[in-house]
T-cell receptor, first 114, second 110 residues
Framework: DTGVSQDPRHKITKRGQNVTFRCDPI?????LYWYRQTLGQGPEFLTY????????KSRLLSDRFSAERPKGSFSTLEIQRTEQGDSAMYLC????????????FGPGTRLTVT | GQNIDQPTEMTATEGAIVQINCTYQ??????LFWYQQHAGEAPTFLSY??LDGLEEKGRFSSFLSRSKGYSYLLLKELQMKDSASYLC???????????WGAGTKLIIKP
């Protein structure tokens, strides 16, 4: 297994457009997390899945954000009507309680909204 | 409320030892993670402390005091490649959500 992968690595979009990011976790990991990170800050929790169930969503997340994990494997994060404030690195991580609780991060998708 | 504090930036000399502190206040607590993040890259796992005390892993050690809401990461025999941001994150009682500090940027000088 090559680890957590994310696609695309970079996305430039105009304000008001919709964007969708994909995350493929490590195959045996049942937990999947989405974070947002801006320069000089730590990751900010967005949402969490256990298998296909979305168990938690940050109260800071607006209705423009939605995430899915339809078959308990890959996940997508969609941002509708993007705003300049959405510009950030979007990180995906996966984990399993069968391991040492470590969250393995993907390389991230850098979003720039112009 | 939830709050995690760590210094913004630290400078150390190659070959020396540096200690990066982290204090946390959370409504529930399971354990404390330390991650390393090089510029432009994703965080990578360093350590996870659940019990009080020091855990050593090669050049890196991590300490936790649950009663004081305090942890530190100790880096020995510093190398230039250790220049990175070091993030502490508290795991909530819910067992899945991490509250992250802003990170400490460590600058290593020759």
């Amino acid at each position: 297994d090559t680890g957590v992968s994310q696609d695309p690595r970079h996305k430039i979009t105009k304000r008001g457009q919709n964007v969708t990011f994909r995350c493929d976790p490590i195959s045996e990991h049942n937990r999947l997390y989405w974070y947002r990170q801006t320069l000089g800050q730590g990751p900010e929790f967005l949402t969490y899945f256990q298998n296909e169930a979305q168990l938690e969503k940050s109260r800071l997340l607006s209705d423009r954000f939605s995430a899915e994990r339809p078959k308990g494997s890959f996940s997508t994060l969609e941002i509708q009507r993007t705003e300049q404030g959405d510009s950030a690195m979007y990180l995906c991580a996966s984990s399993t309680r069968d391991s040492d609780y470590e969250q393995y991060f993907g390389p991230g998708t850098r979003l720039t909204v112009t | 409320g939830q709050n995690i504090d760590q210094p913004t930036e630290m400078t150390a000399t190659e070959g020396a030892i540096v200690q990066i502190n982290c204090t946390y206040q959370t409504s529930g607590f399971n354990g404390l993670f330390w991650y390393q993040q090089h510029a432009g890259e994703a965080p990578t796992f360093l350590s996870y402390n659940v019990l009080d005390g020091l855990e050593e892993k090669g050049r890196f050690s991590s300490f936790l005091s649950r009663s004081k809401g305090y942890s530190y990461l100790l880096l020995k025999e510093l190398q230039m490649k250790d220049s990175a941001s070091y993030l502490c994150a508290a795991e909530m009682d819910s067992n899945y959500q991490l509250i992250w500090g802003a990170g400490t940027k460590l600058i290593i000088k020759p």
